[in-house]
């Protein structure tokens, strides 16, 4: 029997085990687990020391994204070649809506991705947006599709995105009964659109202002209602990039009571605080929901480990130091922080290397559970027998301190220059293929696929 690749002597991470042994790789999927002393292979990679977990599924980024005036500055091509080197080999973006179609938005999506020459597998989520010619008529079609995830934005009025009470508890009734799940971006529209009006007349439009428009009851209030209408419709639920202990408490609160209530978080909430909009580089910082304190932090690491939290998503968003500082206020500056390259190796280095996660507890939040939010498990974020063949395999031992110039985000800045880790990807597989090799690109062979996802994936999540 001869394979395509053995990775050989590895610490390898599977559900409920974590032991040294083999993988043996043929016609891009994991055939064997287990000892392949002798075996005959095309390639091996000697893991002897390294740690191999499923490769990184990244639930939430946003590439090539419009945002006021401004659109994010990488493309599918780049955003995967960053994403490789950050272990990470199957991405979740977003689609918005075209000619106020949800459906037509998925359909442009999928074109913008591969005519960028995307090279990670991706799936999509479909954005409802509040204007739809067929209102949330479209839905079953979406999922049909293989797009199970829908957002619903509660703020966002200015770009024409905000969804009021009784359009979102239509989404959840439609989305529920189609088997998939609404995501929400939470946040109270009419608290801080007033502190804003406040603030710019006063003349205070720095980033420190623009976090204090967003305080943690801003969230809190939009997590908490949220939660009632999706009980109210019998809907389940995702809370996007919770950021606030309020909102950690909410949702355990919401599975305590058996709720089917989903958390997400993102590396900026959890490695970074509000220190960060004090100084002059504060605007770069501006991300909705904003970064709050370190109680806040603390909240958000512990709801990771002990279940309240399901998954991380990078929310990334790759703009350009000179787009974030072209408007005179910040309130009209772009949102969003780039991170699809940053998010697994911060993950493991504050959470695992920290003491924070287990292993097994950093892969699921990582890569087992975004797969399953998105219906796309049978394929993608589990290391078995079966699946893909995604590893991305880190060096316990590497420390490294990031800076923005040995990234490979089309972007000219990091929020985490200079921050410190422990750990890092050594090679990135992506079905089969050696994408990472020791640190180094290589292009491989074949693009990107589209993940067409199977409804109800959230019922799995661990
Ligand atoms: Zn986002």
């Known amino acids: 029997m001869r394979f395509d690749l053995v990775?050989?002597?590895?610490?390898?991470?599977?559900?409920?085990?974590a032991r040294v042994t083999d993988i043996g790789v043929r016609d891009g999927q994991i055939s064997v687990l287990g000892d392949l002393s002798g075996v005959d292979s095309a390639r091996t990679i000697d893991a002897a020391g390294l740690t191999v977990f499923s490769g990184g599924v990244d639930p939430h980024t946003h590439i090539r994204w419009p945002f006021l005036d401004a659109t994010?500055?990488?493309?599918?091509?780049?955003?995967?070649?960053?994403?490789?080197?950050?272990?990470?080999?199957?991405?979740?973006?977003?689609?918005?809506?075209?000619?106020?179609?949800?459906?037509?938005?998925?359909?442009?999506?999928?074109?913008?991705?591969?005519?960028?020459?995307?090279l990670v597998d991706f799936a999509l989520h479909c954005v409802l947006g509040p204007d739809l010619a067929r209102g949330y008529d479209e839905v079953p079609d979406v999922v049909e599709q293989g797009c199970p995830t829908f957002k619903c934005y509660l703020t966002y009025r200015r770009r024409g995105l905000l969804t009021d009470d009784a359009k979102l508890v239509r989404a959840l009734r439609?989305?529920?009964?189609?088997?998939?799940?609404?995501?929400?971006?939470?946040?109270?529209?009419?608290?801080?659109?007033?502190?804003?009006?406040?603030?710019?007349?006063?003349?205070?439009?720095?980033?420190?202002?623009?976090?204090?428009?967003?305080?943690?009851?801003?969230?809190?209030?939009?997590?908490?209602?949220?939660?009632?209408?999706?009980?109210q419709a019998g809907a389940p639920l995702m809370i996007q990039h919770v950021s606030t202990r309020e909102g950690v408490e909410l949702v355990r609160t919401a599975r305590r009571r058996g709720l089917p209530v989903f958390a997400e978080t993102?590396?900026?909430y959890l490695v970074l605080t509000d220190e960060v909009y004090e100084g002059p580089l504060g605007r770069r910082y501006l991300c909705s929901p904003p970064i709050k304190s370190t109680e806040d932090q603390e909240a958000l690491w512990a709801g990771l480990a002990d279940g309240t939290i399901s998954i991380v998503g990078a929310d990334h968003c790759a703009f350009t130091v000179a787009q974030k500082e072209a408007p005179a206020s910040a309130f009209d500056a772009p949102n969003g922080l780039p991170g699809v390259e940053t998010r697994l190796p911060l993950l493991y280095s504050h959470g695992v290397a920290a003491g924070r996660l287990s292993e097994a507890r950093f892969s699921e939040v990582i890569a087992e559970n975004p797969a399953r939010v998105a219906g796309i498990h049978s394929r993608k974020g589990i290391l078995a027998v079966g699946a893909d063949a995604d590893l991305v395999i880190i060096d316990p031992a590497a420390r490294r301190t990031i800076t923005a110039t040995r990234l490979h985000q089309?972007?000219?800045?990091?929020?985490?220059?200079?921050?410190?880790?422990r750990g890092w990807p050594k090679y990135t597989i992506r079905r089969g293929e050696v994408v990472i090799d020791d640190g180094r690109y290589v292009e491989p062979a074949d693009t990107g696929q589209f993940l067409a996802g199977m409804p109800h994936g959230f019922d799995t999540v661990r």
């Open 174 to 231: 439609a989305v529920a009964a189609a088997g998939g799940i609404v995501g929400v971006h939470a946040e109270n529209p009419a608290l801080h659109e007033t502190t804003e009006a406040e603030l710019r007349a006063a003349g205070k439009q720095d980033a420190m202002h623009f976090r204090a428009a967003k305080d943690n009851l801003v969230e809190a209030e939009a997590i908490h209602r949220a939660i009632f209408l999706a009980e």
């Open 7 to 17: 990775v050989r002597g590895g610490r390898v991470v599977s559900p409920g085990t």
């Open 410 to 421: 089309d972007t000219d800045w990091t929020p985490y220059e200079g921050v410190e880790v």
């Open 266 to 268: 993102c590396p900026h």
């Open 72 to 118: 994010s500055h990488d493309d599918f091509r780049t955003a995967s070649i960053a994403a490789f080197h950050g272990g990470t080999t199957s991405v979740v973006d977003w689609a918005l809506p075209a000619d106020r179609s949800a459906l037509a938005g998925v359909r442009r999506r999928q074109n913008e991705a591969t005519g960028d020459g995307v």
